[in-house]
């Protein structure tokens, strides 16, 4: 497993849907070694602080083995480098075989796995099309969030190691499904609550069917 690219944006603003919308889903990739911190990495940044970023969003990867997917589902678009935001991408590291709580090194930092990203409206602009966050819940290709367990350095080609399994049997694609289909999923639903370090407004939700 490694990081194929590194990506950061700031905040910016656009008009979308006749409205000004400040948002930092808009990264570039960067060859430099960059600084990763509790909060995320230097030279990155996130406009609504209420919804995204935070220690339990700190870096947020996709797999490039999801572009693959998405180029068949939409032929037309002419794919850009962190297309759905993310700061790594990443080869190898897939939400169905990462576990809640897997503990990862990635370059020199250490970070843990902590839940799945789900889109808002953001994604739409990103992709000039409003229509592209439901076809990104359809999909359930969403990625995953890690919290910084220790501060480091990352770089395009560094390794990503799995250093300390998780405890837990919960993927990163176990919490997704569950989230759309918690009736279908009841055992995941409760093996989620389970989970005491489970972000708040997530358990919130799963506890609404347990």
């Known amino acids: 497993m490694r990081i194929q690219s590194v990506n950061l944006g700031l905040p910016k603003e656009f008009i979308w849907q006749g409205k000004p919308v400040l948002t930092g889903i ?50 037309d678009y002419s794919f850009e480098s962190a297309n759905f935001g993310e ?25 843990r796995v902590v839940q799945p990203r789900f889109p808002c409206a953001k994604l739409g602009l990103r992709f000039g099309d409003a229509a592209m966050v439901t076809l990104f819940k359809k999909a359930r290709r969403h990625g995953i969030y890690f919290r910084v367990i220790k501060p480091g350095a990352v770089q ?20 997704v499904d569950a989230f759309y289909q918690p009736a279908r999923h009841a055992d995941t639903v409760a093996a989620i ?18």
């Open 26 to 75: 808009f990264k570039e990739p960067t060859a430099d070694s960059v600084h990763v911190h509790s909060l995320g990495l230097d030279g990155d940044g996130q406009a609504d602080l209420r919804f995204h970023g935070g220690v339990d969003k700190a870096v947020y990867a996709y797999a490039s083995e999801h572009y693959a997917y998405w180029r068949t589902v939409l032929p």
């Open 87 to 111: 700061n790594l991408t990443t080869e190898g590291l897939l939400d169905t075989n990462v576990r809640i709580g897997d503990e990862f090194r990635v370059g020199s930092a250490l970070l």
């Open 156 to 175: 395009q080609g560094d390794a990503i190691e799995l250093v300390r399994p998780s405890v837990y049997s919960i993927t990163v694609q176990d919490v």
């Open 193 to 210: 609550l389970a989970i005491s370090e489970f972000p708040a407004l997530l358990r919130q939700h799963f506890a609404k069917f347990a």
